[in-house]
Every structure is written in structure tokens, then in C-alpha cells.
């Protein structure tokens, strides 16, 4: 097997915002070349399959800028400084969907464009919601419908390419799986 | 349902890159207020979910920059510019892996991390491979090591955090999915 590594000759940071940042970086390849990588930092973030008792996941439409487009999600956000991945994904759940839980489990944690950022996201799944009196609220630049769908109106949300995200795609996935395991 | 979207006030462009581009965009929110939002640009991807015949899963350890570390994905790159999806597939298989396929269906399209990005991969099943003679190289500043790898040994890589990326692990469930239904 060869050697894949890149060492970084320099470093120089364009831009530092409120949720990502922006650096180039020279590299020297595995055969003595050097290149530039394109690079974004992000600090992390979580996702949350909720199933409500009666089996139906919670999901929120959400416009997304990026996109230009509305689409269909499970509830997710990104981590603040220094906050443990379960805790932020209790408070995502919260401030979203206005529901607590009395079991949260992590599934699997993925990169989701290692090719340009280092964005990580942990997803988990939770069971036996109940809503929270007075819940957290949202960041103030965020607005989302809620929805309750069963997992086939899921399976066909993604067949119409309404949820159109790798996260909620792999959540939707990975319940389909466990149905067929069951049988 | 409330209405979702937010229009574009300004739109201030702070780099393009050979890959992604940066722009930030002052938006009204819903509400009226404003915001701001950091956008990445990216051409868009493919990845190939690749079976040989004796049902091993094509990979490749590659180091990614963006993460200081070398993991196993399917295969897959970007597009090029005006260039069809199912073309990038075919040709991304053969310049990572060396092998052509007769066979090459789209699974799904997702959206990365539509949080900051417009990222979009297509994902493709490819069959029937065979070894193409001369075939065409990759880019030159790319290295990957090829593996060729089973189910349960894709699995285990998954559990060990060896394969980290959200479209690769998709694609080994949806292996793991296929076999479950045909139980």
C-alpha cells in the first residue's frame, strides 16, 4: 500500500464567520509535488431520528439558503463550543420540535464532504418523547414547519426528493433496516 | 404551516476557489428581520457503490486533508463542468479504480450539509465490472489505494469508524438493506 498522507506547508485563513471558516493550505503530496486544498472548518453537528410512540419520526421543513429550496429534515444543528454531542442533540431536539425524550442513543457519527470540510455529524435516535413545557427556543434566525410522518410517507418523501439530505436519507435508511431485520 | 423562506438582500462573493466558492448573503428572514448566511458552492459529486462478482464492495483509503486523516470511501469525485452525472460516475470509477462496469444504475441524490452547502452527490450502483485496459488517470494530485472489501468486513469498518463519511456508510446500508429484503 502506498503512502496517502499530505504534509501542510502553509496555512492561510481566509475568512472566520459565525458558522464556518475558510482556509487554504499548501500541501506537499506523496510524491514530492505540492497542491493547494481548498478547506472548511465547521465545528460539528448532531442529528436526531425521534420516533413518537406510535411509531412516526419528527421532521421539520426548513428553508435552506444553500439551496434555495425548502426541504425535509430530521431535526439537526450544529454543536457550540465545547458541548457534548448528546447534550447538544437533547437541546436541538427541544428547541425544534418542542419534544424532550427519555431515551437517546447514538447510531453513527459521519463526515458529510470529507473532500472539502471537516463537518461531522453524530446521529441518534430517540424514543418516548413527550413535549416540554416551556421549551428552549430556537436560534432567532431559524424557522421550521413540524411534521409527524409514518415511515412509508418517509420512504416516499424521499422518493420525491422532498427529504433530500445524506443525514435524513441514512435515518429513514437505517429504520427501513431495522423493519426487515424484524421480520 | 408558516411560510419558510428568506430573500436575498446582498450577496458579497469572498472567494472562488478550483473547487468551492464562498459567499455570504444578507437575507430577510420570515419575521421580516435579517440575517446573514455563509454559503459554500460546490460543482456537485458522484459516488459509485461498486459490486465485483464475487459481491466485494470497491473502496478506496484515501487521506482527505480537510480531516488530517486517510479513510475508506466508494469511490467518487466531482463534477466537471456541464458534465453528466452518470458520464462522472463512469469515469470517476475507472480513473480511482481501473475498472469499467456494464451495468450502472442511480441510487439516490442527497444533499451533503445543506446547512452551508449546496453540495449534491448522486449516487450510483455499478455491476458486471471489468478491468479496463490503459485506463484513463486520475487527477494528478490524487492518491488512493484500492480495497476490495466484503459486506461483513464493510460493516465492521463502519463500526470501527474506518469508513466515515455519510455516502459511504448509506451505500453499506443500503447493501445491508438488499440482503434483509431478500430474506
Not at 71 to 96: F, H, N, Q, T, W
Request: charged letters at 30%; aromatic letters at 6%.
Amino acid at each position: 500500500m502506498s503512502r496517502l498522507e499530505e504534509k501542510t506547508l502553509k496555512t492561510e485563513k481566509l475568512f472566520s464567520g459565525s458558522v464556518i471558516s475558510l482556509q487554504i493550505e499548501d500541501v506537499e503530496l506523496p510524491n514530492g509535488k505540492t497542491s493547494k486544498r481548498e478547506i472548511i472548518k465547521h465545528p460539528g453537528a448532531v442529528a436526531v431520528l425521534a420516533l413518537t410512540d406510535d411509531n412516526k419520526i419528527v421532521m421539520v421543513e426548513q428553508y435552506r439558503k444553500a439551496l434555495e429550496k425548502t426541504i425535509v429534515e430530521i431535526p439537526a444543528g450544529k454543536l457550540e463550543k465545547g458541548e457534548d454531542p448528546l447534550e447538544c442533540a437533547k437541546r436541538e431536539l427541544e428547541e425544534e420540535t418542542g419534544y424532550g425524550c427519555a431515551e437517546m442513543e447514538w447510531l453513527i457519527s459521519f463526515y458529510t464532504s470529507p473532500g472539502f470540510a471537516d463537518e461531522i455529524v453524530h446521529l441518534y435516535i430517540a424514543k418516548e418523547l413527550k413535549t416540554v413545557e416551556n421549551a428552549a427556543s430556537m436560534d432567532e434566525d431559524e424557522f421550521v414547519n413540524l411534521m409527524e410522518v409514518t415511515l412509508e410517507e418517509a420512504i416516499e418523501l424521499v422518493r420525491n426528493q422532498k427529504i433530500y439530505d445524506a443525514k435524513t436519507a441514512y435515518a429513514v435508511q437505517y429504520l427501513q433496516l431495522q423493519g426487515a431485520l424484524k421480520k
